[in-house]
């Protein structure tokens, strides 16, 4: 249970990494392959010797990890969207005026 526990952090601290600057999206989106073996590695280092269990555990490691690789990516999108509208809204009051 404790090895759950300690898997199921694994956003908070991905998405800490991105906040300060450690990783990024393209980083997080190339590692895919990477993430897939670690966990089923952990799947099973951190449960018993049951196949059921290890991926039970090692399937919802990886789906979060997902999670962490949609969540800046889209937070970017949302950025570059907002920037590009404002250049836009401000190219147009400089040709009203």
Known sequence: MLGMGVGFELPVV???LVKIGVLN???LASGRRYVIV???VLGAILTTPEVITQILM???LYMLYEI???LPGTGRD???SARQAEAAGTR???RDA
Do not use: D, E
């Open 92 to 94: 147009c009051k400089g």
């Open 25 to 27: 999206y393209r980083l």
């Open 14 to 16: 991905v998405l800490t």
């Open 38 to 40: 670690i966990s089923a």
């Open 58 to 60: 090692a399937f919802p």
């Open 68 to 70: 962490c690789v949609w």
């Open 78 to 80: 949302k950025i570059r």
